[in-house]
């Protein structure tokens, strides 16, 4: 099963930039769903982004949460076995543990932005948004 490791979290202000990566070990996953999630204090863990890989029958797609259109953005750089999170624009919202999640096929009932999609999940990595 493939290790996910979570970095680049930490203390930001409002309207900053932050990009986190996820490294995997154990597993190339350039043919894996990769997915972000988040969780706040106090709150169920939810969807942010999901990179579906072009093998797929959909071509490759990206899908995002409303709340972080055109603010984030997942990519991959499969030579690295890595995924990031491109964030920009943070909010006092956003603050939350962010976690990195993959799956090896896509074929399921269950959508990838679904956290029960996934059946690999990092560690996490705290983000703080601060006004």
Not at 11 to 28: F, I, K, M, N, Y
Not at 47 to 65: D, E, K, L, N
Request: with cysteine.
């Amino acid at each position: 099963q493939v290790q996910l490791a979570e970095s680049g979290g930490g203390l930001v202000q409002a309207g900053d930039s932050l990009r986190l990566s996820c490294a995997a070990s154990g597993r190339t996953i350039s043919n894996y769903v990769m997915g972000w999630f988040r969780q706040a204090p106090g709150k169920e863990r939810e969807f942010v982004a999901a990179m579906v890989p072009p093998i797929t029958w959909s071509g490759g797609r990206t899908y995002y949460a409303d709340s972080v259109k055109g603010r984030f953005t997942i990519s991959r750089d499969n030579a690295k076995n890595t995924v990031f999170l491109e964030m920009n624009s943070l909010k006092l919202e956003d603050t939350a543990v962010y976690y990195c999640a993959a799956r090896a096929t896509v074929s399921s009932v269950i959508p990838p932005t679904h956290k029960d999609f996934y059946n690999s999940w990092g560690q996490g990595t705290q983000v703080t948004v601060s006004s």
